[in-house]
C-alpha cells in the first residue's frame, strides 16, 4: 500500500525532523525541497545561482520553478510506494499543481499533518537548530543537542559530521519566512482541511519522540500503518 504524506507546519516546527522519522520507519523516500535547493547551492549548479537570492532572502522561490523540481522528483522509481513531502506544497497554486499530477496519475495525497508551534517558540528554535553536514540529521542546541561530545559533531553511529548553522537561521530571515509562511503557506490548512485530509500534532510541549508517537496514531487510525 502506497502512504502519500505532506508534513505542514511554520519553518522550525519540526517538520523535517518527524518527516526524517516518518521516511525511515514507513519506508518511504523523504522529499524536502529545502534540502534539494541547498543540495543545487552547495552543487553551484544553473538552478542553484537561480534560487539562491530567493533562500537568502527567506522568499518562496517562484512556484513553476518549484513545481517542476517536484514533478521530477515524484516521478522517480522510489516514490512508486509514496513519499512524505517536507516544505511543498507552500502555496495555493503549488497545491493545485500537485492535485493535477497526483490526479493524472490516479493518486491521492493520504494525510497532511500539520505540526503546530507558536511564533514566539520558533524564532529561539531557529537560532540554535543545527544541521550535520554529512547526513543532514537535525539538532537543536537548546532542545536536543548531540547526545555525546562538544556540541560541534553528529553522534549517529558512525557518522560524526561537523554541525553546521543554515545560512537562512538568522533572525532577520526568520522573521521574513514566518510572515511568508502566515501569508502564503498558512492558507493550506483550510485548504486541506475542506479536502478532509488535515490532521494536527501539537510541535510544542513535546519531545520530538512525543510528537512522534502523535504522528503514529494519526497514521494507524487511518488504517496507513
Ligand atoms: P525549508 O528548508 O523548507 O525551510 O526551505 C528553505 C527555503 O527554500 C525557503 O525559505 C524557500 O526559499 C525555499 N523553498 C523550499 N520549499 C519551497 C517551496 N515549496 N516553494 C518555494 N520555495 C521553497
Avoid: W
Avoid at 514566539?120 to 548531540?146: D, H, M, Q, W
Amino acid at each position: 500500500m502506497a502512504l502519500r504524506i505532506i508534513m505542514m507546519g511554520a519553518p522550525g516546527a519540526g517538520k523535517g525532523t518527524q518527516a526524517q522519522r516518518i521516511a525511515a520507519t514507513y519506508g518511504v523516500p523523504h522529499i524536502s525541497t529545502g534540502d534539494i535547493f541547498r543540495a543545487h547551492l552547495k552543487d553551484g549548479t544553473e538552478l542553484g545561482r537561480k534560487v539562491r537570492g530567493y533562500l537568502d532572502a527567506g522568499e518562496l522561490v517562484p512556484d513553476e520553478v518549484t513545481c517542476d523540481i517536484v514533478a521530477g522528483r515524484l516521478a522517480e522509481a522510489d516514490c512508486a510506494n509514496g513519499y512524505v513531502l517536507d516544505g511543498f506544497p507552500r502555496s495555493i497554486p503549488q497545491a493545485e499543481a500537485l492535485g493535477r499530477f497526483l490526479d493524472a496519475r490516479n493518486e491521492q495525497i493520504d494525510v497532511v499533518i500539520d505540526v503546530a508551534v507558536p511564533d514566539e517558540e520558533i524564532v529561539g528554535r531557529l537560532t540554535a537548530r543545527r544541521t550535520c553536514k554529512k547526513c543532514g540529521a537535525i539538532y537543536n542546541l537548546k532542545f536536543s543537542p548531540p547526545a555525546s561530545g562538544d556540541g560541534t559533531r553528529c553522534d549517529r553511529p558512525g557518522c560524526d559530521g561537523e554541525l553546521s548553522q543554515r545560512g537562512d537561521d538568522q533572525e532577520e530571515t526568520i522573521r521574513q519566512r514566518l510572515r511568508v509562511y502566515h501569508e502564503t503557506t498558512e492558507p493550506l490548512l483550510a485548504y486541506y482541511d475542506e479536502h478532509g485530509i488535515l490532521k494536527s500534532v501539537p510541535g510544542s510541549g513535546l519531545s520530538p519522540d512525543g510528537v512522534f508517537e502523535k504522528i503514529e496514531e494519526i497514521l494507524s487510525a487511518a488504517g496507513l500503518s
